[in-house]
């Protein structure tokens, strides 16, 4: 009986974890605080020989994902800036192209910082 004395306590303490943890979990309070977003691109729109976006992720080509829903540059950067809003990102750790990102930052001051 002693050599069955370890599988028991960890059966019993398996059991106690499995009723314990949902139990935890439901109590646990949802974060609605301000939130910084550590990975954060600043993309631009490329548009086909239709004038119309591409999907953002081409690779491997042929683009085959749904098109952008943005139509420009700043359409991207105003759609970011409403999502940041909705979901109380204040502020964003940005990168891409050196220039794009100087852009963003001066059109929102304070929201990004280039990385």
């Not at 019993?12 to 439901?26: D, H």
């Not at 081409?58 to 759609?79: K, T």
């Not at 204040?90 to 050196?98: E, H």
Request: glycine share 6%.
């Amino acid at each position: 009986m002693i050599s069955k004395l370890p599988l028991l306590i960890a059966s019993v303490l398996t059991a106690v974890a499995t009723w314990a943890i949902p139990a935890v979990a439901q109590e646990t309070a949802r974060y609605d605080g301000p939130i910084i977003d550590m990975h954060m691109h600043a993309f631009a729109v490329t548009l086909g020989p239709d004038g119309k976006p591409l999907p953002l992720l081409c690779f491997p080509a042929p683009c085959q994902g749904a098109p952008a829903m943005a139509d420009s540059e700043d359409e991207v950067l105003r759609m970011t800036l409403e999502a940041m809003d909705r979901y109380n990102i204040v502020k964003g750790f940005l990168s891409g192209d050196l220039g794009r990102v100087a852009k963003w930052k001066s059109a929102a001051p304070g929201r990004f910082i280039a990385s």
